[in-house]
């Protein structure tokens, strides 16, 4: 909602996952622009440094892209798959609900065996 410090933004997080993401990064910058990938997608610390962000939320990431996010000057929190997949699967699945009802018989083949 504002501008926070990277410590305080990590308990946010957690706040709103539901478990404590690994922080990794240095310094003191105050973090306006958080990049969020969900899943195992480390290899974006690239984009999201040039989209501005000062911290990526990420489901996994591998040890050199943490060094290549720091050497960024880009905040990191590892905060897991489960966590960081599961409000895109919730989200999905509301708008499977809520379209099921206009989805179309896309069958390739008829209903009835032909004779």
Do not use: N
Not at 1 to 12: E, I, K, Q, Y
Not at 13 to 22: F, I, N, T
Not at 54 to 66: D, K, N, S, W
Request: glycine letters at 10%; hydrophobic letters at 45%.
């Amino acid at each position: 909602p504002s501008p926070m410090a990277p410590d305080a933004f990590c308990a946010l997080v957690a706040e709103k996952l539901g478990m404590r993401p690994q922080l990794y990064g240095h310094g003191e910058e105050t973090i306006e622009t958080v990049a969020v990938a969900g899943g195992a997608y480390g290899e974006a610390t690239v984009q999201a440094s040039q989209a501005g962000a000062q911290a990526f939320l990420v489901g996994e990431i591998h040890h050199h892209e943490i060094l290549d996010a720091a050497a960024r000057g880009l905040w990191v929190l590892d905060a897991g798959h489960h966590a960081t997949e599961q409000p895109g699967i919730a989200a999905l699945y509301q708008r499977f609900l809520r379209d099921q009802a206009r989805l179309i018989d896309t069958a390739p083949f008829p209903k009835e065996p032909v004779r």
